[in-house]
């Protein structure tokens, strides 16, 4: 035989088989060999909905997460910034004026530095951002490198950075 008609007597065993393959269980057991029947589905799970009660007791650990998950709010703890050059000023070293027609309290201004995204200043030996409030109301508006702004209602009042030798810084303004 010609090796050309090999491809063709391959093709035809092939072809052969696959029909003998799926006319023999048609034939030895009188069932038929393709079932058109859907395979059987498994029912869902059987989820039951919690009570009122507990959905509410939910709802309120719902909106507490957010804390439970940050962590105890963070307490203000004496910062040493003597790494930056700070040192505490003696007693009774203050600047600024009285401002007792407006309600300001004299503060003693020691540091005040900025970055481009965070200011802050030292203020009575403690380290405030800008926009923070001190106690009596008032509140840090303006960080500059030598002065900073309080506001307290309708009243304004810049103060200079005293440096710890007691020169109270030029203002650039």
Request: proline letters at 9%.
């Amino acid at each position: 035989m010609k090796r050309k008609y090999h491809s063709a007597i391959y093709v035809s065993w092939l072809v052969g088989g696959t029909i003998v393959a799926f006319l023999y269980p048609l034939l030895s057991s009188g069932a038929p060999a393709i079932s058109h029947k859907l395979p059987t589905v498994k029912p869902l799970a059987d989820i039951q909905v919690p009570a009122p009660d507990v959905l509410a007791r939910i709802d309120v650990l719902d909106r507490a997460m957010p804390v439970l998950a940050g962590g105890p709010p963070a307490r203000s703890k004496a910062v040493d910034l003597s790494l930056l050059g700070y040192l505490p000023m003696p007693a009774g070293r203050y600047s600024g004026r009285q401002g007792r027609e407006s309600g300001f309290a004299d503060y003693k201004v020691t540091m005040a530095f900025y970055s481009p995204k965070r200011r802050f200043c030292v203020i009575d030996g403690r380290l405030y951002p800008e926009g923070a409030s001190l106690p009596g109301g008032v509140k840090i508006t303006r960080v500059e490198s030598k002065r900073i702004l309080l506001v307290r209602g309708k009243y304004r009042q810049w103060i200079d950075v005293v440096s710890p030798m007691g020169e109270v810084g030029k203002n650039d303004s």
